[in-house]
């Protein structure tokens, strides 16, 4: 069963078609039980379409990974109980 944090860290691949069947079916199934991980999709897709709309250039992946694995990290510690002050 793929938990939050695994889903945390797949979530760019996912929306960008990069994963295989057997995982987007993961994916799918897991976003079915977890609303917070559909709220966490729903607003990385937001992010990329604001930014790609909002932008002349071309999307930067390497910043969109960046972002999410801050979400991500974040996430976590919110889970956790770990959280930071840090920017």
Known sequence: MLMCRDLA??????????????????V???????????????SLRASIELMSAHSSQQLDEDLVR??????????????TGNETSEP
């Open 9 to 26: 860290r797949i979530a760019s691949d996912y929306i960008d078609g990069e994963l295989g069947t057997g995982k987007v079916m993961s």
């Open 28 to 42: 799918k199934m897991h976003l079915l039980m977890c609303g917070r991980c559909r709220s966490f999709i729903g």
């Open 66 to 79: 960046r972002i999410d694995e801050r979400v991500s990290e974040s996430l976590n510690a919110r889970r």
